[in-house]
Structure formats: C-alpha cells, structure tokens
Nanobody
C-alpha cells in the first residue's frame, strides 16, 4: 500500500508562490498516477492536477491552468505541485492522492490512497 505525506503548505499573501511536495513510500509507488486535490471549508473536494507515472501526461483544473504546474521525481518518490500567483480563493487543504488507474483522474473516487493534507492559506 502506498503511503503519501504532503508538505509545503503555509500562509502566504496573494501573488506569492508555494511548492507542495508529496512524498510517497511503498512498493510500486512510482507506478501510480499522482493527483492533487483541494478542499476549502464548506466545499467538496475538487480536482487540481494530476500526473501519470512517467510524467508525460498531466491534467489541470481550469481554474489553476497557467498558474500551477505538476511534476514528479520518481527517483525520490515525490510529486510536486508548484503554485504560482496564488489567490485567496486558492485557500484550502491540499491533498495528494495516488491511483493505479489511467483514467478518471479528475474524480476523487478514482484514488485509493490519500495523504493527510497540507493547509494553504492565501491572504489578500
């Protein structure tokens, strides 16, 4: 079973940047599609971005496209979410997730393993 631990969240001002990390452990961790989701208070968990095992395929939610990038370093068993030009509406708990499926990346139901989440708070 893959274990995921997010880090890198914090309190920043609008326009700032953060890089979130998702450290994965367990057998075949690098074979999983890695996704990022976020959940703001009172809202449903929503898709942010995902990257396949090779890094050749990525997907982004429309509201972060052009601001966020996703990458992974399989040698380090780590996925990253680079968050630029942060906005107050980006405030949420950000979760890393992993799935062995190569489809349905945008749905949290596709992911069987989740990290504990890391808080990102963006002030104006």
């Amino acid at each position: 079973q893959v274990q995921l631990v997010e880090s890198g969240g914090g309190l920043v001002q609008a326009g700032d940047s953060l890089r979130l990390s998702c450290a994965a452990s367990g057998r075949t961790a690098s074979s999983y599609v890695m996704g990022w989701f976020r959940q703001a208070p009172g809202k449903e968990r929503e898709f942010v971005a995902a990257i396949n095992w090779s890094g050749a395929r990525t997907a982004f939610a429309d509201y972060v496209k052009g601001r966020f990038t996703i990458s992974r370093d399989n040698a380090k068993n780590t996925a990253y979410l680079q968050m630029n030009n942060l906005k107050p509406e980006d405030t949420a708990v950000y979760y890393c997730a992993a799935t062995g499926r190569d489809s349905g990346w945008g749905s949290p139901h596709a992911y069987g393993m989740w990290g504990q989440g890391t808080q990102v708070t963006v002030s104006s």
